[in-house]
């Protein structure tokens, strides 16, 4: 892989340089250490998907197979870091056994760290996810259906799915959602608005946004899901996919077909603004706290209370950090 993290529990990745690490760890422990056995110095970091730890190879010394040092899954426990889950090498998609395209069913039966942090994320940043599926599905989900989405996500259990890693969250809650009705939401892309008219003529774009049934139109269901989670690796880079795809008349008839790339260091900007920039959307993360509330019980909401504090604890520390361009 050629991105990292420096700490697990933590979103956000790195593109893998000699400059940037050295630069993150000043060449301090963890990161740096000697190996006991041979005595040689060894570099670590995380894995940005399961947090697993991972070694860098090629970072003092060019290897004879690529110009770049790459990240590579320790196969057993690394001092200085907390975590390591053997279960990961199932699922986790930077591993060369899981490069077939996707992965399925659940990391486990019950939560894991992985799908405790991600609860956190989406209990506390649910209006920054909202607002992804909208710049990528192109249109303005209201309240009730970004309600309906969650509710979706927790009756499937989306958390525990092995395609569920800390740096897709937004596009994971929208890939395990039951269809929805596009018929009232407020279509803003071109392209979805260019299909509804060629293809639904019963219904119409109005002045103010929203999807409507046109005058002496007859009544028309449009439903909207995402489909075709894949992910392949490019030159040693991650690259996931899923199809937003617009039906008519509960016939599977397709209208309107998009491929959404994911962009994890988009989300991971979102969580890195400072306050004094953020717009949220305190009304929805409101409601979103309620779903919680209401889908699990008091010791797990407090455990994932406990891990949300200590992922924006985290956030608070690495504001100076340099942003990822937006």
């Known amino acids: ?77 690394v001092p200085g870091f907390a975590l390591f889950d053997s279960t990961v090498f199932d699922w986790c998609p930077y591993l060369a056994k899981n490069r077939s395209g996707t992965v399925t ?66 596009w994971m809650v929208a890939y395990r959602a039951r269809a929805l009705s596009l018929f ?15 293809g639904i003529p019963d219904l119409e774009v109005a002045d103010n946004g929203r999807l409507v049934r046109r005058t002496g139109g007859r009544y028309r269901s449009i439903m909207w899901c995402c489909i075709h989670h894949r992910f392949a690796m490019n030159d040693e880079v991650l690259e996931e996919t899923m199809e937003f795809v617009v039906t008519v ?10 491929t959404v790339s994911f962009e994890p260091e988009y989300f991971d900007n979102l969580l890195r603004l400072p306050e004094s920039q953020a717009r949220r959307d305190r009304a929805l993360l409101k409601a979103t706290r309620e779903v919680f509330q209401q889908r699990l019980s008091p010791d797990l909401l407090h455990r994932v209370e406990d891990r949300a504090r200590a992922l924006e604890s985290d956030a608070a520390a690495t504001l100076a950090a340099p942003l990822h361009r937006l």
């Open 249 to 258: 008349d509960n016939q599977n008839t397709v209208v309107h077909r998009k």
């Open 184 to 198: 009232g939401q407020k279509i803003e892309s071109d392209a979805l608005r260019q299909a509804i008219a060629d």
């Open 105 to 170: 069913g659940k990391r486990a039966a019950d939560i894991d760290d992985i799908a405790l942090s991600i609860l956190a994320l989406v209990l506390t940043q649910y209006d920054r996810v909202v607002h992804i599926l909208k710049r990528d599905l192109g249109f303005k989900m209201f309240p009730n259906q970004a309600q309906d989405l969650l509710t979706h996500w927790f009756d499937a259990e989306g958390y525990l799915y092995r395609e569920a890693t800390l740096r897709n969250i937004p």
């Open 1 to 77: 892989m050629r991105v990292y993290k420096l700490h697990p529990r933590t979103i956000g990745e790195r593109e893998l340089t000699v400059d940037a690490f050295e630069e993150g760890t000043q060449k301090q422990p963890p990161w740096y250490q000697k190996d006991a056995k041979d005595n040689k110095e060894r570099h670590f970091a995380v894995c940005p998907a399961c947090d697993n730890p991972i070694q860098i190879i090629g970072l003092t010394q060019q290897q004879l197979h690529t110009e770049r040092p790459y990240g590579r899954h320790a196969n057993t426990p």
